[in-house]
């Protein structure tokens, strides 16, 4: 609930992740954006600048990918929001987020074989964050015929 307040109050949205929990954080991103919040990816060219009052949303299984924190720590300081989507919420990445929203992953079993290099992790990212779509969706009291219009289309 307070993840859902900080995205709809926020005056920019960024997300950031590194290999493929920057993945799930770009299909939140479109999503965001078909919300028609004003969303960006960090690291891209035409990304603007994090601001006070906006709000960051950082994918990092470890929570130590030093990129992610480095991004956590300039948010901050510039008076942003941050929410983690980590594995690990007493990481560096955690300690520096204003929300932490916890997958547990982690496993021994054969799912690690069927699921190797933090799959589990990822798979169960862009279903939290498909939650928090829907969440935000009902909050800002849009339909999916809103962000059919707003759904990007080849020309």
Known sequence: AEAVAILTSAKKL???GVGRSGLAARAFAMRMVQL???CYFIGETITPVVSDGDAV???SNTGSTMSAIQVANIARRVGAKVIAVTGHRTSKLGHASNVVLLIHSEGDG?????APLGTLFEDATVLLLDGVV???MERLG???????GRHAIMV
């Open 142 to 148: 849009q339909t999916e015929s809103d962000m059919r």
């Open 57 to 59: 949303l950082i994918v």
């Open 110 to 114: 054969p799912e690690t074989r069927l």
């Open 134 to 136: 829907a969440q935000v």
């Open 36 to 38: 028609g919040i004003d």
């Open 14 to 16: 960024f997300v950031y």
